[in-house]
T-cell receptor
Framework: NAGVMQNPRHLVRRRGQEARLRCSPM?????VYWYRQLPEEGLKFMVY????????ESGMPKERFSAEFPKEGPSILRIQQVVRGDSAAYFC???????????FGPGTRLTVL | SQQGEEDPQALSIQEGENATMNCSYK?????LQWYRQNSGRGLVHLIL?????REKHSGRLRVTLDTSKKSSSLLITASRAADTASYFC??????????FGQGTRLTINP
């Protein structure tokens, strides 16, 4: 049973470009969470999704960031017009139900030049 | 704002010794989870303890939870060099999102 998969593992973008981060949850998991980690810090919650629904986006910046989890395919975290402050590691986690153990992917390390 | 706070921020011990890390939080929780993160890697789930549990064991790991003090501890016994990593506590306050602390950086010296 493959774990949570994220791609790409590393992403380099110039300021103003768009970044698209993908997350495939563990098989059988329908709950997906995105977190961001700045260097030497803990993870900070961004958004919680179920299939075709955003359940909690209280941690998402109001502008430039969006997330989706379509009926088919991976969950996507999209960052438009990236700025240097967006440079961080972005982790996706999945669970079989809300409140259950969250299993994390290896993360995508975004670098904005 | 982050609620979980780990103590100490960094810990360096000799191989074979026990390592104890503490975590404090501020509000009611459904459960508390401990994760390990090796440098530059993803998080590995270690153990989940529910609010109605006081102690849990998994191999060389022992986790305690004191809801009256809003604190938890992670004990790693007979440490090994491979235990070198950052350890994070994360609280589930019922909204399904985990609130992470800043982590404890553990170094095991051979």
């Amino acid at each position: 049973n493959a774990g949570v998969m994220q791609n790409p593992r590393h992403l380099v973008r110039r300021r103003g470009q768009e970044a698209r981060l993908r997350c495939s949850p563990m098989k059988g998991h329908s709950h997906v969470y995105w977190y961001r980690q700045l260097p030497e810090e803990g993870l900070k919650f961004m958004v919680y999704l179920q299939k075709e629904n955003i359940i909690d986006e209280s941690g998402m910046p109001k502008e430039r960031f969006s997330a989706e989890f379509p009926k088919e395919g991976p969950s996507i975290l999209r960052i438009q017009q990236v700025v240097r402050g967006d440079s961080a590691a972005y982790f996706c986690a999945s669970s079989s139900s809300g409140g259950d153990t969250q299993y994390f992917g290896p993360g995508t390390r975004l670098t904005v030049l | 704002s982050q609620q979980g706070e780990e103590d100490p921020q960094a810990l360096s011990i000799q191989e074979g010794e026990n390592a104890t890390m503490n975590c404090s939080y501020k509000t009611s929780i459904n459960n508390l989870q401990w994760y390990r993160q090796n440098s530059g890697r993803g998080l590995v789930h270690l153990i989940l303890i529910r609010s109605n549990e006081r102690e849990k064991h998994s191999g060389r790991l022992r986790v305690t939870l004191d809801t009256s003090k809003k604190s938890s501890s992670l004990l790693i016994t007979a440490s090994r060099a491979a235990d070198t990593a950052s350890y994070f506590c994360a609280t589930d306050q019922g909204a399904q999102k985990l609130v992470f602390g800043q982590g404890t950086r553990l170094t095991i010296n051979p």
